[in-house]
């Protein structure tokens, strides 16, 4: 057996592709040029096979079109700004045995180098390395000649020009803004310096102010219009709440609470601090319907969500109904542990304000009690409040009790009743994190307003129908994501650009800024195409002026002045114009579905923003993630496997197929290593099969007979499937068509023409076809195991590399559904045999094959006629079938056998129908006899094939009357 050296073929393939430099792409006037981009890693970690699937999806794609005759362009280079790499060093130096763990166990980083790595950049510099030499390793078709970091001199100038566009174009405002903030780092906070990688979503809340005297009790919600449904306040007894002059009035809110209105540019002075305790019991006002209740005591209610003050709406708040009910009981049957009576709170029922259609009066009871929840630590509790906010503000209308809000729909009404109670003093605003979101640092993240911060105004109306316009211009893949793009757009506003720490590039205009890590690699796609000709002439930073980059770019100006004002050569400058033309704009960005609510959409404003239209991005491809085994990959269940490791483990081309075989576009894939060791196994199973067919050379196609042209015809359709799938990068589909089927085609044939190969006059058919179909489909799995398959394109005595050998095309002459449906034909015979040996346990001594007379011929076609005109029954199929004299003599068979036909035949999918009406009838004795030394070598038996009504028909067990057309009856003796 020859088993495939892994190890050996990857060195080998790696070493001739960078000898050659096969993946350094130049511009060519002759090609059409495909640019695809995946984002640079952060190298404060090396890569795991988490990362692989987004990362192999691209090099898929870059391959697959390389085939279809495009000069494609995949760079590589590295994101060291921002905070990431800052937050790994400081866990570094702190000797947290976590981070200890994690480096020396699962990253595998020597004991001894540990102390290189407590600086940023040489943390950086040490997991790029790792990264890359992984990406080789892989097989990634990657141009590296235009590599760079984000902290390159060179780099730092590109994202002052890109600066200095946007706020040339009014896209840069300073002012005060809500940006989330970690108070303990002093620095605002993105999604990339969160625990999770969470994007933190900043809300405004209507903060109702309830009353008792000249006490406010304000309480936050989402859901202002349910002002009208409250029953009760809720405060948690047990946490830290104090009084405070909130900008002169008196309120009682948690201690968070007051610590975030002074971030939110309160004047805040407290006056007394307490337990929350205190107030239960007391009546208090809610100032929009002067209804009385009580405050109540919630351990649900969290002091450091808004207020810590909450306003209770049971009919519409699955916590308040939950925790209203539990309280009615607990206080019966101990009334002496409240600072009220139980009779003081009998009476409160919830109050609809809200109606809608598939819920009862009260809609929360309907998602509580379908859930059976009774207690308000219940976690089924989040669900249930999802459910009922969501129908209530896609389907709710608000009852006759909310006086002029009556009628109007929920959407409607939460605005208007926001607006209007705001503007009678009965509420204020309050900006609040919609879901908590952890610092890297560990420290909650909070609202700040920001005085005098540098925004990149996403919110500018102009520049939103911009990318509205390029949103839909664009490929999307999936499709179904182009409307959240939209979304995005519309509820993008105002986005801190710059901080205080970090690495970075300063703000040119505002030194003591660092740009941030979002906002320094939305265009660098462009400078891939511009830093090797950069490089090339090894300019100092400073020569790289606006008017450099804008030449470069937006081809302003006239290279003789530009190189005259910046000693850069002028050819040179007008080369690197070009190739930048070349390979602008780009024609897809690979990226994670988490990406789309920030990196993604911040890409196509930026583009927007700077270039014209026919230079704004063309594409987008999102991908789903990857769990180990059915379970997320972290840290703490210790199931992270680092990509480098797993190559080690697999080898690169069977870890390469195990991550796209389960890569559905929006779902997760399951990566497991049985599921590598299977791929593993099924690339040795097919290298085999590959062997035996190039000892045996290319044979000829000069006498193909039906077998050979059936699995002609099936590999035309396997091309067209894959080549369609992979449109939509739907690679789960294209393995399948290339590989699994394909593979069970080819197995059948060879079974199918195993005997044939005894007489000389085949076998030059038979290895023609198996020639063929190799070379087809070493092609298809090219992008997906590109090392094996240079390797067997080499022993084919194919020409150069397979990498750009041309993807197959569906050959016309080869398609032929006629041979399709009478291999079916065979294949359903080989079917009804195993399921009658299987039955009745014999194990055959002879099988006859009856085919079905002319006369049940005639019926057939007329009954695939009828359903053709759509008129098939069984009454007109009889009617129609006695028109013909010869039926006459068979009037006791005709009815009955007419009766199977209409069954049958309406079974048949209608192209399946139609071809068997054209195809006429067939002759199946001879169909059969051809495959007689198949069916005989497969069942170890003697077969027999003849018509029905064949005089010399052996039928000793009554069973020729049963043949049917497409369904010869079959006897096994
Ligand atoms: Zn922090």
Known sequence: ?????????????????????????????????????????????????????????????????????????????????????????????????????????????????????????????????????????????????????????????????????????????????????????????????????????????????????????????????????????????????????????????????????????????????????????????????????????????????????????????????????????????????????????????????????????????????????????????????????????????????????????????????????????????????????????????????????WFINYGDPAWKRLAHENIDSMTIIPIELRQEFHNVVDWLREKACARKAGLGTLLPWASDWIIDALSDSVIYMAYYTVIKGINEVGPEPEQLTEEFWDYIFLGKGHSGSVAEATGFPAEKLEEIHKEFSYFYPLDARHSGRDLISNHLTYMVFCHNGIWPRELWPKGIVINGSVLMEGSKMSKSLNNIIPLINALDRFGADPLRLSLMITAEPLKDADFSPDLAKNMRDNLERFNQRVVKIIAQGRGSPDNLHDIDRWMLSRLQSYIAEADEALKELKVRKTIHAAMYNLNQDMDWYQKRVAKELERPERVDAIRYVEWRVLDTQVRMMTPFTPHLCEEIWEKMGGEGFIAFAKWPKVDESYVSQESEVLERMIQTSMEDIQKITRVTGISPAKIHFYTADGWKWKIYLKALELAKREQLDVGTLIKEAFKDAEMKVRSKAVPGYARQIVDDVIKLPDSEAELRLKMGQLNEVNILMDAVSFIEGENGCEVAVSAESDPWTEDPAKRAHRAKPYRPAIYVQ
């Open 1 to 453: 057996m020859h088993m495939v050296d892994w190890k050996a073929i990857e060195e080998k393939w790696q070493r001739r592709w960078a000898e050659a430099g096969a993946f350094e792409t130049d511009p060519d006037p002759e090609k059409p040029k495909f640019y695809l981009t995946v984002a640079y890693p952060y190298p404060n970690s090396p890569q795991h096979i988490g990362h692989g699937r987004t990362y192999t999806l691209t090099d898929v794609h870059a391959r697959w079109k390389r085939m279809k005759g495009y000069n494609v362009l995949l760079p590589m280079a590295w994101h060291y700004t921002g905070t990431p790499l800052f937050a790994m060093v400081e866990r570094l130096r702190e000797r947290d045995p976590d981070i200890l763990e994690t480096f020396l166990n699962i990253y595998n980083v020597p004991e001894e180098r540990l102390p290189e790595l407590e600086d940023p950049i040489s943390m950086a510099v040490y997991f790029a390395e790792e990264i890359k030499h992984g990406m080789q390793r892989i097989g990634y078709s990657v141009d590296w000649r235009r590599e760079f970091t984000t902290v390159d001199p060179i780099y730092s100038k590109f994202i002052e020009w890109q600066f200095e566009k946007l706020r040339q174009r009014g896209f840069i405002t300073q002012g005060s803004h809500p940006v989330g903030w970690c108070p303990s780092c002093g620095n605002p906070v993105g999604q990339h310096d969160t625990v999770g990688d969470k994007e933190p979503e900043i809300e405004e809340f209507t903060v109702v102010k309830f009353r008792k005297g000249d006490m406010v009790f304000p309480a936050g919600t989402l859901r202002p219009e349910t002002v009208f449904g409250v029953t009760n306040m809720w405060i948690n007894p047990d946490a830290t709440y104090v009084e405070a002059k909130v900008d002169g009035e008196t309120w009682i809110i948690s201690s968070e609470a007051a610590d975030k209105l002074e971030l939110l540019e309160r004047s805040v002075e407290r006056v007394s601090e307490f337990q929350g305790n205190k107030f239960i019991g007391v009546t208090i006002t809610n100032p929009v319907t002067g209804d009385e209740f009580p405050m109540l005591p919630a351990s649900f209610v969290d002091p450091k969500a808004v207020t810590g003050v909450v306003m209770s709406v049971p009919a519409h708040a699955p916590f308040d109904l939950v925790a209203l009910d539990q309280l009615k009981r607990e206080a019966k049957k101990n009334p002496d542990a409240y600072r009220f009576k139980p009779s003081d709170i009998k009476d409160l029922e919830p109050i609809s304000v809200i109606e809608i259609d598939g819920y009862g009066l009260v809609p929360a009871k309907d998602a509580v009690d379908r859930r059976g929840i009774t207690d308000q630590e219940d976690p089924k509790l989040e669900k249930a409040t999802k459910e009922v906010y969501s129908a209530e503000f896609h389907g709710g209308r608000m009852r006759n009790n909310t006086g002029q809000y009556a009628s109007l729909p929920v959407q409607q009404a939460k605005e208007a009743v926001k607006e209007d109670i705001v503007a009678k003093g009965y509420a204020t605003t309050m900006y609040e994190m919609l879901e908590p979101v952890q610092c890297r640092c560990g420290s909650e993240v909070v609202v700040k307003i920001f005085e005098n911060q």
